[in-house]
């Protein structure tokens, strides 16, 4: 018999309630299952489930397959509807240990066990004293989002804002600290959002300060996206001020067009972006953005498309996601005019190859500059992880996962740095 087997899809938040469910899955038993945690942020991605449930079937032919995450709390019938699939959680359902015991001693009564996320109030901690990858460990700081951004079917899957108490959030990091882990990195579906719904409404930036004095052997903690409206003054202090807070920040942009930017319902605009960018490299010269964006947004007409590409670099975009845009059903941007299929990938290739130019750029630029690397996979003698800059780095190194190496970088591929351990 085998323990329960993960295929994570999406974002750093499933990779964490990934092991959460990993955790259930053993604590009740339930052995030769495959559970899939399922993305809805566009059409491709539930492609890509579809795909890996039908793979996981012809492989594994007796096992039991779960299915859950996003896109099955938005559409569990139709996955239900998939013989491949044995049982449907929502994504309330799939943090609860009865769940998995009910599966593995057989009275789950239903199929389909999902529930109305939208009347969940509010984000269990979950203590997690590992991670199956062993580098680096995920801390999910809230759950949901009150916004209604037009394009974005996420809300519907995770619900409403949903934070989980600081106290909390330092208790689970110090386990994970106790245990070896050398980095943390902050998650959820709207990071920048964080506390509006507990006593005192403490922002992002208090919980940051409060959780790297309590635990001050954390040696790097990441902040995964952010939106750089909701960002607090006392973040902003943080990153000018604490090393041990990475030099990278992930930005939720999405596009560098004013009226685009209007018909997404976002809460910024170009100005906005350009002028955090410009604000957070003054206090922290050395820091490195990555960025959301989308091509081919319904109304983006060439012009509007001309000023997201010059975003990348107005603002200085290192490390771009760039998807086309999918039309989500039941979202006001599906009912938008939509830009032609082959404009949106066409768009979407010119964005990537503007990423891929401003990195490369990047990597030059670091010839001969120290590196501090967390080692994620090591072969042959060979180290392979991320820079305090999130730059993926190959180095010559005996290092076990999981440790901190310093280095300097000799040098680059079209994918990573290339750097000689110290």
């Known amino acids: 018999m085998a323990d329960a087997r993960l295929i994570t899809m999406g974002c750093r938040l499933n990779t964490f309630e990934s092991e959460v469910m990993r955790g259930h899955a053993a604590a009740a038993g339930l052995e030769d299952a495959i559970i899939v945690n399922t993305c809805a942020v566009t059409a491709e991605a539930e492609r890509q489930a579809r795909q890996a449930i039908r793979k996981a079937r012809r492989e594994n032919p007796d096992a039991k397959i779960?299915?859950?995450?996003c896109a099955a709390q938005i559409a569990p019938e139709k996955f239900a509807a998939l013989p491949e699939v044995d049982h449907v959680l929502g994504n309330s359902e799939k943090l609860e240990a009865q769940s998995f015991q009910r599966i593995a001693d057989?009275?789950?009564?239903?199929?389909i066990?999902?529930?109305?996320?939208?009347?969940?109030?509010?984000?269990?901690?979950h203590l997690i004293s590992g991670f199956a990858e062993r580098s680096r460990a995920f801390v999910e700081i809230q759950q949901g989002c009150d916004h209604r951004c037009t394009f974005c079917i996420i809300p519907f899957g995770r619900g409403n804002n949903r934070s989980v108490p600081v106290g909390e959030v330092v208790a689970r990091a110090r386990k994970l600290v106790e245990n070896g882990f050398r980095e943390i990195v902050l998650t959820g579906?709207?990071?920048?959002?964080?506390?509006?719904?507990?006593?005192?409404?403490?922002?992002?930036?208090?919980?940051?300060r409060r959780l790297l004095a309590l635990?001050?052997?954390?040696?790097?903690?990441?902040l995964s996206s952010l939106d750089v409206i909701e960002v607090d003054e006392e973040l902003l202090r943080l990153i000018a001020e604490e090393p041990r807070l990475m030099p990278h920040l992930h930005l939720s942009l999405q596009a560098g067009d004013d009226m685009i930017l209007k018909r997404m319902k976002r809460r910024h605009l170009r100005a906005d972006a350009v002028k955090f960018a410009a604000e957070v490299r003054r206090?922290?010269?050395?820091?490195v953005f990555g960025a959301d964006l989308i091509a081919g947004f319904p109304t983006e007409d060439e012009a509007m498309f001309r000023n997201s590409l010059a975003l990348i670099e107005d603002c200085g975009l290192t490390f771009l996601h760039v998807f086309p845009y999918s039309a989500r059903s039941g979202t006001p941007a599906a009912k938008m005019p939509q830009v032609k299929g082959d404009v949106r990938k066409e768009r979407a290739a010119q964005l990537r190859a503007a990423g891929?130019?401003?990195m490369q750029n990047y990597f030059a630029q670091r010839i001969g500059s120290p590196v501090s690397v967390l080692i994620e996979r090591a072969e042959d003698g060979m180290?392979?992880?991320?820079?305090?800059?999130f730059a993926p780095v190959r180095m010559k190194s005996s290092a076990t996962i999981g440790a901190v190496v310093t280095g300097r970088v000799a040098g680059h591929t079209q994918e990573h740095l290339l750097a000689e351990a110290a």
């Open 215 to 222: 635990v001050p052997e954390l040696e790097r903690l990441r």
């Open 356 to 358: 891929q130019a401003a």
């Open 189 to 208: 579906v709207d990071i920048t959002g964080y506390g509006a719904d507990l006593p005192g409404a403490p922002k992002l930036g208090q919980l940051v």
């Open 66 to 69: 779960i299915v859950t995450g």
């Open 383 to 389: 180290g392979f992880g991320h820079s305090e800059h």
């Open 283 to 287: 206090l922290r010269p050395d820091v």
């Open 113 to 125: 066990a999902v529930s109305d996320i939208m009347l969940v109030k509010e984000t269990a901690a």
């Open 106 to 111: 057989g009275s789950a009564n239903d199929r």
